[in-house]
């Protein structure tokens, strides 16, 4: 699974204004609403329920809020870049200024995990984390997250 397989050019955001992790997921809830059809209360409130169940904040200033809908028929991913980092309660303390969400079917059981690692093994790439975070075009940063790994080992 490719990382285009999820993420569609609008579903990017290059600068993302929030204060806080509720807002930010609140942004990115109607970004997701207004991109995949969902009605935004739903993608918000799936997000916040799986944060309750402890941060999606990885660290190194990454989240990766993610969550499962009923009525979704594939996997969908969002990126955005923050215009300033926020705190997320992230497991190493440190504020974020890059987030993936990702949503999917309830039925997607072992995508929706392959999909998770995928995102993961990503933004644990740190030349691809650098390269994110110095651009402010959305164009630009859907090439960087959508480049195969060929391509960037090359």
Known sequence: MEINDLLASD??????RATSKKQALQDLARRASEVSGLQERAVFDVLMERERLGTTGVGNG???PHGKLANLERLHGFFARLKQP???QAIDERPVDLIFVLLAPE???ADHLKA???????????????????TDSAEALFAILTESEEERAA
């Open 62 to 64: 990454i989240a990766i």
């Open 107 to 109: 039925t997607a059981g």
């Open 116 to 134: 998770l690692a995928r995102i993961s093994r990503l933004l644990r790439d740190k030349a691809v984390c650098e390269k994110l975070r110095g």
């Open 11 to 16: 579903g990017v955001t290059a600068d993302l």
């Open 86 to 88: 926020i705190d997320f």
